[in-house]
Each structure stands twice: as C-alpha cells, then as structure tokens.
C-alpha cells in the first residue's frame, strides 16, 4: 500500500489495483501538486460534502468510471449527476474488493455550493 498527501485534503491511496482519492480538491487548491487530467482513480472516497473536499468528484468520477464512497446523502445528490455511488451512514462499513471502509463521526459543519448558487444540507 502506498498513501501519499496531495495538499490540502487530497490524499492518494494505491492498493489492491486500485487507485483511490480521498477528497478530490484539486481544482482551484493551491496547495496540491495534483493536475485533473493526470488523475485516473478507481475510487473516490468524500469524507464530507464541503466545496474544498468534494472538488473534481463529478469530473473524475465520469471519466473514469470511478465509484464515489460517501455519506448517503452526499451520494444521492452525486448519483443524480449520473455518478456511480456507494452511500453509506456514520458507523457503518463496507468491504469493497480493495478493502474495508468505516465512516466514523467527523464534528465538522457541512454545507455544499453546487456552484450555480443553490446549497443544501
């Protein structure tokens, strides 16, 4: 396994075959050495839905096929989008093909922009 910290909140995880992002803030984050076009994840992981976490999800996810893992709503709203989804809720867990993910309480706000000026949760 390899896990390597983009800036920001952008961590990469190698595993398994696979490659996963979690929080995939690359866009407009300068703190990341990070380009859009040179990410190719399997997964993406959101560990909340605010701007600066979810970042590139929609874009990353549908070109690549990727399957986003977040808190139900988050992968609702996403799902709508046309992105391939796993939601899950604040203590569950799930064992995927390149391991086992938890979501465990974050004491964090959240608020998401979709950018066309309309915010939920």
Partial sequence: MKVSFHGHAVVKVETNGKTILIDPFITGNELTDLKVEDV???????????NDHVGDTVE?????????????????????????THGMSIGGAFEFDFGKVKLTPAFHGT????GEGKSFI
């Fill in 111 to 114: 608020g998401f922009n979709n």
């Fill in 40 to 50: 190719k994840p399997d997964v993406i992981i959101l560990t909340h839905g605010h």
């Fill in 60 to 84: 990353l996810a549908k070109r690549h096929d990727a399957l986003v893992i977040g808190i139900a709503e988050i992968a609702d709203y996403l799902g709508a989008q046309g992105v391939r």
